[in-house]
């Protein structure tokens, strides 16, 4: 039996993730931006919370694990770095740690920059990946904590994953990385078509996510600082990747 997912809104702009095994009947939260909408989801598809996995340590994240924690007992899995405090994790987790949701693996990928704890949560076997903060549908986090080299090297690791891979991430962020990313590739065939994909999707005020890895390979410029034709648009044909990046991500921290 396939992996359910649920998806729904929270806060103002970020998404709640529900991933249930049919088998086992165990159901993990994506991080818990805020506990109201989650009890909601689980109790409109009569699922019962049994792990909380947080990708990282901002309030939007993580506000609303304490309360799912007192209501469920659920398990709490936060990422690797201690010196977060992150309130109610019963266990750590780090790059290369395969974590069972039931009969679910969801493998760990540390993805640091915009926080140094970032981590995204890979499961193979249902082609997903839950990637929060770091990889947006055709965008991509601020660097808060880390560097752009940093963030540039956990963006290559997502973008290492099969092209038919699912991407959900952590806000609804998308149109306006669109306009964003036209200023850099307005010619961009896929982009194009994306941007007349999303303006319907938001019209019907539908979710953009998921999204395929496989477009935003195409469609992505903070994905693309490796391009030729990238790197002429901002004028650095002769920089590395994590430069060009680097310039990419101010430009659009402006924009």
Same mark, same amino acid.
């Given at each position: 039996?396939?992996?359910?997912?649920?998806?729904?809104?929270?806060?103002?702009?970020?998404?709640?993730?529900?991933?249930?095994?049919?088998?086992?009947?165990?159901?993990?939260?994506?991080?818990?931006?805020?506990?109201?909408?989650?009890?909601?989801?689980?109790?409109?598809?009569?699922?019962?919370?049994?792990?909380?996995?947080?990708?990282?340590?901002?309030?939007?994240?993580?506000?609303?694990?304490?309360?799912? /924690?007192?209501?469920?007992?659920?398990?709490?899995?936060? +990422?690797?770095? #201690?010196?977060?405090?992150?309130?109610?994790?019963? @266990? =750590?987790?780090?790059?290369?740690?395969?974590?069972?949701?039931?009969?679910?693996?969801?493998?760990?990928?540390?993805?640091?920059?915009?926080?140094?704890?970032?981590?995204?949560?890979?499961?193979?076997?249902?082609?997903?990946?839950?990637?929060?903060?770091?990889?947006?549908?055709?965008?991509?986090?601020?660097?808060?904590?880390?560097?752009?080299?940093?963030?540039?090297?956990?963006?290559?690791?997502?973008?290492?994953?099969?092209?038919?891979?699912?991407?959900?991430?952590?806000?609804?962020?998308?149109?306006?990385?669109? /306009?964003?990313?036209?200023?850099?590739?307005?010619?961009? +065939?896929?982009? #194009?078509?994306?941007?007349?994909?999303?303006?319907? @999707? =938001?019209?019907?005020?539908?979710?953009?996510?998921?999204?395929?890895?496989?477009?935003?390979?195409?469609?992505?410029?903070?994905?693309?600082?490796?391009?030729?034709?990238?790197?002429?648009?901002?004028?650095?044909?002769?920089?590395?990747?994590?430069?060009?990046?680097?310039?990419?991500?101010?430009?659009?921290?402006?924009?």
């Amino acid at each position: 039996m396939a992996a359910e997912i649920r998806l729904f809104p929270c806060l103002s702009d970020n998404f709640g993730y529900l991933i249930h095994d049919p088998a086992t009947k165990a159901t993990a939260s994506i991080d818990a931006p805020e506990a109201a909408p989650i009890v909601a989801a689980l109790e409109r598809e009569g699922w019962t919370l049994t792990d909380i996995l947080i990708t990282h340590h901002h309030h939007d994240h993580v506000g609303g694990v304490a309360e799912l /924690k007192q209501k469920y007992k659920c398990r709490v899995i936060a +990422p690797h770095d #201690k010196s977060t405090k992150i309130a109610n994790a019963d @266990l =750590r987790t780090k790059q290369g740690d395969v974590l069972k949701i039931g009969s679910l693996l969801a493998r760990v990928l540390e993805t640091p920059g915009h926080t140094l704890d970032h981590v995204s949560y890979v499961f193979d076997n249902e082609k997903t990946v839950f990637a929060a903060d770091t990889l947006f549908s055709i965008g991509c986090g601020r660097v808060f904590e880390g560097t752009y080299p940093m963030m540039w090297d956990s963006l290559l690791k997502l973008r290492a994953l099969p092209d038919d891979f699912k991407l959900y991430c952590g806000h609804e962020y998308t149109a306006s990385n669109i /306009k964003f990313a036209l200023t850099i590739e307005p010619d961009n +065939p896929v982009l #194009k078509a994306r941007a007349e994909e999303v303006r319907r @999707l =938001r019209e019907a005020n539908r979710p953009t996510i998921p999204t395929l890895l496989g477009e935003e390979k195409k469609a992505n410029v903070f994905l693309r600082a490796d391009e030729p034709s990238v790197a002429a648009s901002v004028r650095m044909k002769d920089r590395s990747a994590a430069e060009i990046f680097g310039e990419l991500r101010e430009r659009k921290n402006k924009s």
